[in-house]
């Protein structure tokens, strides 16, 4: 029997995702709107590859069933976070009901229209073009679960050249599941998605540098593609790629041949198609190819900066975010810095938010970064003889380069590349010929924490996320119970009434300002200033798994639902 490579999965993933958002961008700009014609012929170019290089049936049945599951997985979870509710379920809504953003401009009387008008789409195209297939909205949220599975098989496969076994699934990891995944996962937010996109990109690199064959080619084509499509941060970040790939080239003596420049040519077509919006057409409106980030008084970020670092720069910004506590303070409120591996409940409490000020990376990420930067110094001073040592380097110089540069680096979720940073430094020490017994105790005990840091947030995240999820679910069947019209007021998140409507739910709009709260059932995130809410009573028994995380929740949180 064939053995199966991972490889070949993780690669018809990526290579879906990418002809999807590429056909989908093609239909645009020759006027037309998101079709399921475009997902089929997706599917149809896939099923040819998999035909002329004799991908096994077995490998072909293992990534229907990725699909399959990861959509399943996908739906039984709501997006309940603000963001995702907002302008990007927005920009999803819009584009499967037939809006072409190359043309057209999209009309709304709310703050999110100049977000998802001039916003990069990639994420939400291939999201919309999934939602128009299956009718179920939550189900576009499947290629967070997708991009994640190809990003650790990639990671894996890379270190099982280098590691052993299971020091590369350590490894593997560690560094897809970045907490801006694991809290992303069931959203719409994009970090976490790009972040993993990203570590696919630079592996595809490393892999076409070392192997120039057309599997390593297309996966890098298809990578720089979908990033390029996902957020205007992008455009740097190839930029500083690209300047340390040629730098290392140099630097390896290897002149830059036809083998080296041929899929970057080729990655022209796709990204020139995908300038068509929001870059040409910021530009045809006489505004930055940015158009809105570089605003100041149209950054969404401003609202999240707090009061005590919104005039220091960048790298002050970094250390107080990165040794404060964990947590999302008021403006006013000077949040302290705090001792390395020390954390309260307080702060365990918020690690299922999507959107972590301070801290963002989890409560021992700064004793974690203390620990990997004096490993890696270490590493230096005792002149250690590395394999690959400078390869390392060039990444971790392109990566420090950038988090300078970058405007706002502070926010974990805005730059989740940061986490990486410190894992480089563990790998930079594993590369060594000659261990320090010292050094690699430090290290075992870094990358134990690092654990258990990853599991703090998948514990919080997936207790909300159930808990949320359930809670949904159980609003909406008793509102299915009863054939009336439901007065629904809803004040930035227009995707609920979309909700509403996907469950053949009658409603009409209605002020509910003056209503008693407890005539009123409201959709997360419950905030009596912005969450939607229904003049209604919901009668029926909850489930008995509802009642006990609801009695959690009240405990952990002191708030009673």
Request: glycine share 4%.
């Given at each position: 029997m064939k053995k199966i490579n991972p490889t070949n999965l993780a690669f018809l993933i990526v290579i879906t995702l990418f002809l999807i958002l590429i056909l989908d961008t093609i239909t645009f700009i020759i006027g037309f709107k998101i079709n399921n014609y475009c997902f089929f012929v997706a599917l149809l170019t896939v099923a040819i590859y998999i035909n002329r290089n004799k991908i096994s049936v077995l490998e072909t049945f293992i990534f229907l069933l990725i699909l399959i599951i990861s959509y399943f997985i996908s739906i039984l979870f709501f997006d309940i976070s603000g963001d995702g509710q907002w302008y990007h379920q927005d920009i999803i809504i819009a584009l499967k009901n037939g809006w072409n953003p190359v043309y057209h401009n999209y009309i709304s009387t709310d703050g999110s229209q100049i977000y998802v008008q001039h916003y990069s789409k990639g994420h939400e195209i291939i999201s919309a073009s999934i939602y128009y297939l299956t009718g179920n909205i939550e189900s576009g949220k499947m290629i967070n679960i997708l991009v994640a599975i190809s990003c650790y098989i990639v990671s894996l496969q890379f270190f099982k050249k280098h590691f052993s076994k299971f020091k590369s699934i350590s490894y593997a990891f560690i560094i897809t599941f970045n907490p801006i995944v694991v809290t992303q996962a069931f959203t719409y937010y994009i970090d976490g998605f790009t972040y993993n996109?990203?570590?696919?990109?630079?592996?595809?690199?490393?892999?076409?540098?070392?192997?120039?064959?057309?599997?390593?080619?297309?996966?890098?084509?298809?990578?720089?593609?979908?990033?390029?499509?996902?957020?205007?941060?992008?455009?740097?970040?190839?930029?500083?790629?690209?300047?340390?790939?040629?730098?290392?080239?140099?630097?390896?003596?290897?002149?830059?041949?036809?083998?080296?420049?041929?899929?970057?040519?080729?990655?022209?077509?796709?990204?020139?198609?995908?300038?068509?919006?929001?870059?040409?057409?910021?530009?045809?409106?006489?505004?930055?190819?940015?158009?809105?980030?570089?605003?100041?008084?149209?950054?969404?970020?401003?609202?999240?900066?707090?009061?005590?670092?919104?005039?220091?720069?960048?790298?002050?910004?970094?250390?107080?975010?990165?040794?404060?506590?964990?947590?999302?303070?008021?403006?006013?409120?000077?949040?302290?810095?705090?001792?390395?591996?020390?954390?309260?409940?307080?702060?365990?409490?918020?690690?299922?938010?999507?959107?972590?000020?301070?801290?963002?990376?989890?409560?021992?990420?700064?004793?974690?970064?203390?620990?990997?930067?004096?490993?890696?110094?270490a590493s230096l001073f005792y002149k250690l003889d590395q394999k690959n040592k400078f390869e390392i380097l060039f990444f971790i110089i392109g990566l420090i380069l950038y988090i300078i540069i970058f405007p706002e680096p502070w926010l974990a979720r805005i730059l989740p590349q940061i986490y990486i940073l410190p894992i480089l430094f563990l790998i930079f020490y594993e590369f060594s010929d000659r261990k320090i017994h010292l050094i690699s105790i430090l290290k075992n005990i870094t990358i134990i924490f690092i654990y258990i840091n990853i599991f703090l947030f998948i514990s919080v995240s997936m207790f909300y996320n159930v808990f949320y999820s359930l809670k949904t679910h159980y609003i909406l069947s008793e509102l299915k119970k009863n054939n009336v019209v439901y007065c629904v007021q809803y004040i930035n998140f227009r995707s609920n009434l979309n909700r509403l409507e996907d469950n053949g739910i009658k409603y009409k709009l209605c002020n509910l300002n003056d209503e008693k709260k407890q005539n009123l059932v409201f959709f997360e995130p419950k905030n009596l200033k912005y969450s939607t809410r229904i003049k209604t009573k919901l009668t029926g028994p909850k489930p008995t798994i509802l009642i006990e995380l609801e009695n959690i929740y009240s405990k952990i949180t002191g708030n009673k639902e």
């Open positions: 996109v990203f570590i696919i990109f630079i592996f595809s690199i490393i892999n076409y540098f070392k192997i120039q064959n057309h599997n390593n080619a297309i996966l890098f084509i298809a990578s720089i593609s979908i990033f390029f499509s996902l957020k205007f941060t992008s455009l740097p970040i190839l930029a500083i790629t690209t300047f340390i790939s040629v730098a290392y080239l140099i630097y390896k003596k290897r002149k830059l041949k036809a083998q080296f420049i041929r899929p970057i040519l080729f990655a022209i077509i796709p990204i020139v198609l995908l300038c068509s919006h929001p870059y040409i057409t910021n530009i045809l409106e006489n505004k930055s190819i940015f158009y809105p980030a570089l605003e100041k008084n149209k950054n969404v970020l401003s609202v999240h900066i707090p009061m005590e670092i919104q005039e220091k720069n960048n790298i002050y910004k970094l250390f107080i975010s990165l040794f404060s506590k964990t947590g999302t303070p008021d403006k006013n409120i000077t949040s302290g810095l705090k001792i390395p591996y020390t954390f309260s409940l307080d702060e365990i409490k918020k690690l299922g938010n999507t959107t972590i000020v301070l801290g963002g990376f989890g409560v021992f990420f700064s004793g974690i970064f203390i620990n990997s930067t004096l490993i890696f110094i």
